[in-house]
């Protein structure tokens, strides 16, 4: 190989001679000036179009949420814990209203089993509130898909580092809540120029991690995109073999015994199955009959729970891809199976 | 900055400067600053003893204390399991149904950088290259001014202490200089290595599909890619933060990836550990001082500890080693250069040397990168298994991996005879302010989206 025959000049350096001659004052505001100009710009043109800001959900946001878990006077806390329907299906303030508790706790995951959050708040906290675990039969089982979640929280937040990653946690929380810009929305122009009209974000998050579903500003296209990949997942489930029972049944003692350690403490763990609709739920009742899985869960296990169909109202609410509900029927959920809990003495 | 600098008396200065330095490092884990309290404490005290101290026999018992100490500490804390694992596995070998005790040991962040720098100051010392410096909190600013504390540059006592004498002028120019340099060292972190390149490098590594000729080329560029800009991103930003703070720091980069073979690389590349290996290590086992084959042993034995100081993993052993050999390779190989006289056909031959440097570099990357030993096996196997599957990655993420990789090359080829200052300076004021004005709202934008992602070299 060739070797080079002269000393290479340096490419960063401090070397206070070699500073390039420029007048830095005036060099940085015309930087201030022009960065305030772009977002400026950017602001002002995807509000226009109407975009909305939206916060982006990340380990450090889920950690800020689990931190409130282990704060000394939880009993009058709500818990959310579960899927992707936790969070799009209920808005977590609003319960926390209705049920006139202190404060609605949101450490749900979407596409990931409640397993493993379940297993470190019963042993890991001394969390005494109401839990509300959203999950489908097919979701009881010992899924470790949020540990993750818990093992980043066990290992940056239970030390001083937390304070680092809370304070730049919250600048972005409050950024995002505030700028459209700082968190463009490119996958939804992208979009939008696929389908020739104005889509929205998809799904707008929030800082207590709810996640609002657009559709009602989506392009019929594109949700028939969506409905039809949901319902051919769930066709191509029906192609495995069928859960076995037993199997299943030792999963739901595990979580029992989980509901158990807080419910000893002075605790309330609720199963809650929101609603899904269409070829969604005919699958699923297909693989986990009503009557044999969800019966389980009450009389044999005596968890808690509560069954979407079972309350008035929450079995009309439409999922317009057969999965989750729309942005618009938030509120109407929230407030139906604020209802049922009240009911039952929660 | 605003506390430093508002500060009248430069040693009240400094003593903040130190306080802040404790703290930043305590954010991470309190504890481990005993540490750092200790390395600074052993190699003050020995330093002091040997400039009294004449006779040999006394200095070379300090110079192991301090040795001892240092190493002692790196041993533990960073090669404890490593060497426990690998104990086991050689007591199995001889038939002994042993297992070590199981052991969790956390990694301090930045020892192995702190380590090198306080034996660098003994070991000086030692030799009569310096004199120990006057003032404790020099040295302590030195062991552990924040800046650099945690990932480099390693830094030289003869370059830090003097500048600890009198107070600096921090003027416009240096702040305003000093913050560029830290936009320019964020953007290589957020935009380019965090945004850009690590989704392709955790596609192309951590798959469960078989890797493709073309995915494993690609992710590996990628990762060539990322790993310069994640720690010369950081080498920037603290260059950039001291500066603002008045103090200078040595270069760690200088456009590595346009190096004519490998000594040209390691000249490029981590600056500042290749020097400290060339000045501490390599030269003290002999150099080039005792022939060609006892040249190719210390090159060898410098570039596998190399690896090993890196992390403790026999992936970072074979990683160094590979270096190792490309550099008694090219040793080798040099002669042949000479009498085929390929100097006549300068730009071809430096443009061949260029890319094939970078892909033996890429190469070693691969051990580098691979979680096991394995893995990485199974991502060169398939390096050299042409096919046209495109394999984990997707065509995007291929064409963003090799576009950037081509750019990478051709700034680095563009730039490498000349200093980053002396190209800036030939820009007018208002392109580069645009430049740096499209690098805050990437900036701006990647890490208000983008996921958290530490420094790579913080695990070192």
């Avoid at chain 1, 977002?39 to 916060?55: D, K, T």
């Avoid at chain 1, 579960?82 to 404060?103: F, K, N, T, V, Y």
């Avoid at chain 2, 991996?401 to 002396?422: D, K, R, Y």
Wanted: net charge positive.
């Amino acid at each position: 190989m060739l070797q080079r025959g002269k000393i290479v000049p340096l490419s960063i350096s401090n070397s206070k001679e070699r500073i390039p001659p420029f007048a830095y004052g005036r060099l940085w505001c015309v930087v201030l000036l022009l960065v305030g100009s772009i977002f400026g710009a950017a602001e002002f043109g995807l509000r226009a179009l109407g975009y909305r800001p939206s916060v982006v959900d990340d380990f450090d946001l889920w950690c800020q949420q689990r931190v409130r878990c282990v704060e000394p006077d939880t009993q009058n806390s709500i818990l959310l814990i579960g899927s992707s329907r936790a969070a799009a299906d209920i808005d977590p303030s609003m319960l926390a209203e209705l049920m006139g508790r202190d404060e609605a706790i949101n450490l749900s995951l979407s596409g990931k089993g409640c397993y493993a959050t379940l297993r470190n708040v019963a042993e890991q906290t001394d969390f005494r509130g109401l839990v509300l675990c959203t999950a489908k039969p097919s979701q009881i089982r010992l899924d470790n898909g949020q540990a993750p979640w818990t093992a980043y929280y066990h290992r940056n937040f239970e030390n001083l580092g937390r304070i680092e990653k809370q304070v730049n946690r919250n600048i972005k929380t409050w950024l995002q809540e505030w700028s459209v810009a700082v968190n463009p929305p490119l996958m939804a122009m992208k979009r939008s120029l696929e389908y020739g009209q104005f889509c929205a974000r998809g799904q707008i998050g929030t800082a207590n991690r709810q996640t609002k579903l657009q559709y009602d500003r989506m392009p019929p296209a594109y949700l028939e995109r969506i409905r039809s990949s949901r319902v051919d997942q769930q066709l191509k489930r029906l192609q495995g073999p069928p859960p076995s029972f037993e199997e299943w049944q030792t999963n739901l003692e595990e979580f029992k015994r989980l509901a158990d350690i807080i419910v000893g403490r002075g605790g309330t763990v609720v199963l809650v199955r929101l609603p899904t609709t269409e070829e969604y739920l005919e699958v699923d009742y297909r693989r986990y009959p009503r009557d044999e899985f969800w019966a389980a869960i009450e009389d044999s296990a005596q968890l808690d729970s509560v069954h979407f169909e079972d309350i008035p109202g929450m079995n009309e609410i439409e999922c317009p891809e057969t999965s989750h509900i729309s942005e618009n029927s938030i509120a109407k959920c929230t407030e139906l199976l604020a209802g049922e809990l009240k009911r039952l003495g929660l | 900055m605003a506390l430093s600098l508002g500060l009248r008396s430069w040693t009240s200065r400094k003593a903040m400067l130190l306080i802040a330095s404790y703290v930043f490092y305590a954010a991470w884990n309190p504890p481990f600053v005993i540490l750092l309290w200790l390395s600074t404490l052993v190699d003050w005290t020995i330093a002091k003893q040997l400039s009294k101290v004449r006779a040999s026999v006394p200095r070379i018992a300090m110079l192991i204390g301090s040795l001892c100490t240092n190493l002692g500490l790196l041993a533990y804390f960073k090669y404890g399991g490593f060497i426990a694992e690998n104990a086991a596995v050689l007591a199995q070998s001889l038939g002994l149904n042993w297992s070590p005790p199981a052991i969790d040991i956390v990694l301090p962040v930045g020892i192995s950088f702190y380590t090198f720098q306080t034996l660098s100051y003994t070991i000086d010392v030692y030799r009569g290259k310096l004199e120990r410096s006057q003032s404790f909190l020099d040295f302590a600013l030195y062991v552990s001014f924040f800046p650099q504390l945690v990932a480099g540059p390693i830094v030289r006592a003869d370059h830090f202490l003097p500048q600890c004498k009198t107070p600096p002028v921090v003027s416009q120019r240096t702040i305003g200089w000093g913050m560029c340099l830290m936009v320019i060292g964020v953007f290589h972190k957020l935009v380019i290595a965090d945004a850009l390149m690590s989704p392709i490098v955790e596609s192309a590594y951590a798959s469960d599909s078989p890797v493709t000729f073309i995915s494993a080329w690609a992710g590996t560029f990628a990762f060539a890619i990322q790993i310069f800009c994640d720690f010369a991103g950081y080498s920037t930003c603290a260059i950039g933060v001291a500066m603002c703070l008045g103090f200078a720091l040595p270069d760690n980069f200088r456009f590595p990836y346009a190096a004519r073979g490998f000594s040209d690389f390691w000249r490029r590349w981590h600056i500042s550990l290749s020097s400290w290996l060339r000045d501490y290590l390599y030269i003290p086992l002999g150099g080039n001082r005792h022939g060609i084959f006892r040249t190719y042993v210390h090159l060898m034995v410098t570039m596998l500890l190399g690896g090993l100081w890196h992390g403790a993993s026999w992936n970072f052993v074979i990683w160094g080693g590979l270096h190792g050999a490309y550099l008694c390779l090219e040793r080798l190989t040099a002669r042949i250069w000479e009498i085929l006289r390929l100097d006549r056909f300068r730009v071809m031959t430096a443009w061949l040397s260029v890319i094939a440097t970078f892909l033996l570099v890429n190469i070693a990357w691969v051990f580098f990168r691979a979680k096991t030993l394995t893995g990485a096996l199974g991502i060169v196997r398939a390096m050299f298994a042409f096919s046209l599957d495109k394999g984990p990655l997707t065509t995007l993420a291929i064409v963003t991996s090799l576009g950037v990789t081509v750019v990478t090359l051709a700034i680095h080829w563009f730039l490498c005879e000349q200093s980053l200052e002396a190209w800036v300076a030939n820009l007018h004021p208002l392109l580069f302010a645009t430049c740096l004005s499209m690098m805050i709202v990437l900036i701006v934008v990647c890490a208000t989206t983008g996921q958290d992602r530490a420094f790579i070299y913080f695990q070192f």
